[in-house]
RNA sequence: UCCCCGGUAGCUCAGCUGGUUAGAGCGGGUGGCUGUUAACCACUAGGUCGGGGGUUCGAAUCCCUCCCGGGGAGCCA
């Protein structure tokens, strides 16, 4: 029995297994806040109903103390939620002594220290039964376009884009391992062996940023497909983030009501996106008077119209998504900020065949992507280009040398997705235990 | 790595232009109340003022330094 289920039990007597979440003592009266992980319901204890030792134990029971709850289930409009339980009978199954976090405010640093308790609250919870949307509704649609979920190693020998951000460990005689940054590379391996794939798994980044964008350990899911172009590439992407909102919508809709979401502006994130080419976005941030943070040589900061060929920054990101009441997608990057594997546009060799997904209401970057260089020989000079360890790509290169095929994908990043879904701050509340620059525990 | 802000009771904070014995609310405990929604009322316990050093007759308060945390930049999902 629980307590999403209460309504269908009205009249009925009813036993409740849960933790204690409130409680208000008043005389002969006890009400109790009870919640059992699926909602929250008040339990009243009125003395002259219940023994001696029923309303002991009722009045004296703690915050997050394990119960028993037996009673009967009525409509009461003054309760929470529309229902209550007048309790019969109370048994306590352990009695928790100075549960520290109360219903009162508290600071990041002490709730992520009880990061295991802290997710007992109902905000909490709300937020992680989301997470659960977006995760089932990417499964849903991957495997439902008929894509195979093919899982990516964690411990990598090599890069994938650069060795400056990368976990380093020891693997036995072989030498230093890396927890892996992206699934990618071995994504493409996968796609040339089952055509459409998607890797899902966490992923590292020993990044020293201290934002609310940024944890060290994420989640991403990264489809993978032959044949697909960079067209291609962006109507999934497109279809797939579509997906999710719509569906979390559906099935989450009371989570986010009670996050204080506003639904409105989800229910708006239907296809069409807008995209725009990364040269028509600096073309937009000039004409918009968005400068540029420079630091002079002299170590002066000076402010600059935005120069074509320079990445863009969180501020001119947010900027350019500030006219937007749903998702766009900026695509053809200059190669030189890219990472290597992507392909050249062949209409302008400047540009790669690139793309990001940036959210509205400030959510910022939420997918990253691109179609693949396939050609053997323009793949290794690439490499060679980045200073990349040529060895280790060796069985990267062999993708391009059997039977290689136009084949395009993307990353797309849980925590960033939720947390812009529900319109949470900070990212570490969208992880079960957010793992960060200067945080490894609980 | 760089820039900005902070660290005082279990929690959230006030006090900080130096000056008696360091405060409030919440939480805990005791008592009161049959409708509370972060209840309310009364009483009560609870502090090496982040660590170290310095200035001073006197430091929570000023200076130096280290540690810890928050926000941001860069980089990125």
Not at 116 to 139: F, K, T
Not at 228 to 254: G, K, S, W
Not at 335 to 348: C, H, L, S
Request: net charge negative.
């Amino acid at each position: 029995m629980w307590v999403e289920h209460l309504s269908r039990y009205v009249g009925e007597t009813v036993t409740l297994r849960g933790w204690v979440y409130h409680r208000t003592r008043k005389g002969k009266l006890v009400f109790l806040r009870f919640r059992d992980g699926t909602g929250i319901c008040q339990c009243v204890v009125f003395k002259p109903n219940v023994s001696e030792e029923v309303f002991e134990h009722a009045r004296s029971v703690t915050q997050e103390s394990s119960v028993v709850v037996t009673g009967t289930v009525r409509e009461e409009s003054r309760a929470p939620g529309g229902y209550e339980i007048d309790v019969q009978d109370f048994q306590i199954l352990h009695l928790a002594v100075d549960y520290p976090i109360t219903p009162k405010e508290h600071g990041p640093d002490f709730l992520l220290k009880h990061r295991h308790l802290w997710i007992r609250s109902p905000r909490q919870a709300a937020i992680l039964r989301v997470r659960a949307g977006v995760e089932r509704a990417i499964r849903d649609f991957l495997d439902g376009n008929g894509f195979i979920e093919a899982d990516a190693p964690i411990l990598t020998p090599s890069a994938c884009e650069g060795t400056s951000t990368l976990f380093e460990l020891e693997y036995f005689d072989l030498g230093n391992a890396y927890l892996s940054q992206s699934g990618q590379l071995y994504a493409e391996a996968l796609a040339m062996a089952l055509g459409k794939v998607y890797t899902f798994g966490p992923t590292f980044r020993a990044e020293r940023s201290k934002t609310r964008r940024h944890l060290t350990e994420f989640w991403m899911v990264e489809p993978e497909a032959a044949f697909f172009t960079l067209d291609d590439i962006m109507d999934m992407a497109e279809d797939m983030v579509e997906y999710i909102v719509q569906y979390v919508l559906r099935h989450h809709r009371r989570e986010l009501e009670f996050l204080g979401r506003n639904l409105e502006k989800l229910e708006k994130v239907r296809r069409p996106f807008y995209r725009m080419s990364y040269t028509e976005a600096v073309e937009w941030l000039r004409q918009h008077d968005v400068k540029l943070h420079r630091k002079t040589p002299d170590g002066k900061e000076i402010l600059v119209d935005f120069p074509w060929g320079e990445d863009f920054g969180a501020p001119q990101e947010e900027a350019l998504m500030e006219q937007f009441d749903k998702p766009c997608i900026v695509h053809r990057y200059p190669a030189e900020v890219k990472a290597f594997y992507m392909k050249r546009d062949p209409e302008d060799p400047r540009v790669v065949l690139a793309m990001d997904m940036l959210a509205p209401e400030k959510g910022g970057e939420i997918i990253g992507g691109s179609q693949r260089e396939d050609d053997y020989e323009a793949l290794k000079q690439r490499i060679l280009e980045h200073n990349l360890p040529l060895e280790d790509f060796q069985w990267y290169l062999d993708l391009r040398k059997y039977g290689s095929v136009p084949h395009s994908g993307f990353g797309l990043g849980i925590e960033r997705t939720v947390r812009w879904i529900t319109g949470v701050e900070h990212i570490r509340e969208t992880i079960p235990f957010p793992r960060m620059l200067y945080r490894i525990e609980p």
